[in-house]
């Protein structure tokens, strides 16, 4: 399937944004461990929270985790302290998503897990245990999700966890998100120091918890008014908190810089409120950012500052490699159909000096099976008129409604048969 897309003149409309998919995980693998017979309130409801809703209802023998990178990571530490024997597999890209240091650091730990293909990589087959816990030193520049599904979990072993993370500490942000809700819970946890987490044995408590709405998907919403450049345009959403715990929070920060203005129309401490977004001059010459705590927003803010014409040095990028795609290469390909050369010499770094290319006459973007590309171009279409998406139906990971919620917005979106899709 391909989407045509022709965006208005004009935004004005107040759009509810999915619930956050980060707190929702979390706050799911914790609520289990509380032993709560309840969900928390407004789950998000896209496709990676509903793995984990299906795996924590039914707990089949195997657990098809799908294309799940955080239900993979999260589930596979709660089995690996639960009871029973479970396999845990997902699609053709999962089973080559690498996973090695979160097994490892579970096996240390006592935790019985064997791999069912290839070494490193799932499928897994784990046997329940109860652990000991201890102290257990990690890379801090490996994914988040690895140290803190061992966070969640550490409050059930019976001498509790210390983590120590060694070397630079990335994604920081992530792993104070996960503190916060264990805390919420009733967790003894806390940074001891700038490296080391201790998380007491102390059990969770069943207790209500709220999710509020989604940074991350306000993203692509920040980008529409960043495009139209108009003062007139204006998004409200709803359900965003000022002084989240969400890392992704700080796009409002960073587009600033890209001249979108954020104002909360009420100052409610911990709670959601709505936000306006409307357009504002920008200026800017040359835009440098490191993305090592926000990765899931680089291609929003790459595709973004390109289309805009401010030439960009972005570093922190490491971890974009291993995500649904290499969108590293997926963003340098595809931006190359609008006529931008993106140049990825550098580990962990992609720039863009202002080297242009001729562009496709009527460029197809493809999604390689990556929600955040097909939701990162989308908003493309303000500046190429007719602009296409491959596939777009993989927004369904994270934000389902997004097509919908565009089309309530103004944009008229054609269905139309794809030739095919790269991912």
């Not at 204006?234 to 104002?263: C, E, H, N, W």
């Not at 962990?348 to 990556?370: A, F, K, N, Q």
Request: with cysteine; hydrophobic share 40%; net charge negative.
């Amino acid at each position: 399937m391909q989407y045509i897309l022709n965006a208005p003149d004009i935004l004005d409309c107040e759009i509810m944004l999915p619930a956050s998919k980060s707190i929702s995980n979390r706050a799911l693998v914790i609520n289990a461990l509380a032993g709560n017979g309840s969900h928390p309130e407004n789950l998000s409801v896209c496709d990676d929270t509903d793995v984990m809703v299906a795996a924590l209802r039914d707990m089949p023998y195997e657990i098809d985790i799908k294309a799940a990178g955080t239900a993979m990571r999260f589930t596979t530490a709660l089995l690996a302290v639960g009871e029973g024997e479970h396999v845990i597999t997902g699609t053709e890209r999962m089973r080559h998503r690498p996973i090695t240091v979160l097994v490892d650091a579970l096996r240390s730990l006592g935790a019985d897990i064997e791999y069912q293909g290839e070494e490193g990589f799932p499928p897994l087959h784990i046997r329940g245990r109860q652990l000991e816990g201890g102290r257990l030193d990690i890379a801090g520049n490996v994914s988040s999700q690895y140290i803190s599904a061992l966070l969640m979990v550490g409050p059930v072993m019976t001498k509790g966890l210390t983590l120590h993370l060694t070397g630079n500490v990335i994604s920081r942000p992530y792993i104070d998100l996960t503190i916060c809700t264990m805390q919420e819970f009733g967790a003894d946890v806390e940074w001891e120091d700038a490296s080391t987490i201790v998380v007491k044995p102390q059990p969770y408590k069943a207790v209500p918890f709220f999710i509020e709405n989604d940074w991350s998907a306000s993203s692509y919403w920040y980008e529409m008014l960043a495009l139209l450049g108009r003062g007139e345009s204006q998004v409200r959403l709803p359900g965003l908190m000022d002084g989240s715990r969400q890392g992704d929070s700080a796009i409002r920060y960073i587009f600033t810089m890209l001249g979108v203005k954020t104002k909360f129309d009420a100052k409610l401490q911990n709670k959601p409120t709505t936000v306006t977004l409307s357009s504002q001059r920008m200026a800017l010459p040359r835009f440098s950012f490191d993305f090592v705590n926000q990765p899931d927003l680089a291609q929003t803010v790459v595709v973004t500052a390109a289309l805009c014409g401010v030439p960009f040095r972005f570093t922190g990028l490491q971890t974009l490699r291993i995500k649904e795609t290499d969108r590293i290469a997926a963003l340098k390909y595809e931006m190359s159909k609008l006529g931008y050369v993106l140049d990825d010499s550098e580990e962990g770094v992609l720039s863009w000096d202002g080297t242009v290319c001729e562009p496709m006459e009527h460029p197809e973007i493809d999604t390689y099976e990556d929600h955040r590309m097909a939701m990162a171009f989308a908003p493309a279409a303000i500046r190429f008129p007719g602009l296409r998406i491959n596939n777009p139906e993989v927004v369904s990971k994270s934000y389902p409604g997004f097509w919908n919620d565009l089309r309530k917005a103004g944009w008229k979106i054609t269905e139309a048969a794809a030739d095919g899709d790269k991912g």
